[in-house]
T-cell receptor, first 114, second 113 residues
């Protein structure tokens, strides 16, 4: 039973389109995250939610809008996709926002913008 | 200058070799240091975690932190082909209540039989 699951695993789309990625965790964790990993493997935090409340919002274009309907789910919607949005997007969770650093990652959603 | 610097490699070693992976950082507020392992097409998974300076050993893996030099290392003894992966260091600054991990760029390791 997958702890952190993301869908879809692969997205290929045209510039200008809108797309969503969904994430669910069954670990009972309070905190969820979206990370972006570029082609050079650099992993950078985008957003974090603690119990449905946005607590980290890095400098990300406002075309990216996260939404957490409950503490087990975190979605990411991207409007007007650009070539530079091509990356792997990872969802992660942790027990709480105060934990020492153990994040549980999903397998990633690989976005390719043509 | 990035907050965390990590040589991307790739690093190729024969099976059985001792591997040394390193990161340097600039923020002296970092207190918690982690190593994550990421297999190809998978998400990162926590491998080692240390607090402040010192060593921590877990089987074939040893993590070292030298806060005075702002330098952390991961040593892998008797490396195996199954250790082939990208290794990412990560660090956490003292929280303003928020757990923001800063990752290095990752070092790709290949262990060949």
């Amino acid at each position: 039973d997958t702890a952190v699951s993301q869908t879809p695993k692969y997205l290929v789309t045209q510039m200008g389109n809108d797309k969503s990625i969904k994430c669910e965790q069954n670990l009972g964790h309070d905190t969820m995250y979206w990370y972006k990993q570029d082609s050079k493997k650099f992993l950078k935090i985008m957003f974090s939610y603690n119990n449905k409340e946005l607590i980290i919002n890095e400098t990300v274009p406002n075309r990216f809008s996260p939404k957490s309907p409950d503490k087990a789910h975190l979605n990411l919607h991207i409007n007007s996709l650009e070539l530079g949005d091509s990356a792997v997007y990872f969802c992660a969770s942790s027990q709480s926002y105060l934990n020492t650093g153990e994040l549980f990652f999903g397998e990633g959603s690989r976005l390719t913008v043509l | 200058q990035k907050e965390v610097e990590q040589d991307p490699g790739p690093l190729s070693v024969p099976e059985g070799a001792i591997v040394s992976l390193n990161c340097t950082y600039s923020n002296s507020a970092f207190q918690y240091f982690m190593w994550y392992r990421q297999y190809s097409r998978k998400g990162p998974e926590l491998l080692m975690y240390t607090y402040s300076s010192g060593n921590k050993e877990d089987g074939r893996f040893t993590a070292q932190v030298d806060k005075s030099s702002k330098y952390i290392s991961l040593f892998i003894r008797d490396s195996q082909p199954s250790d082939s992966a990208t290794y990412l260091c990560a660090m956490r600054s003292l929280p303003g209540g928020y757990n923001k991990l800063i990752f290095g760029a990752g070092t790709r390791l290949a262990v060949h039989p």
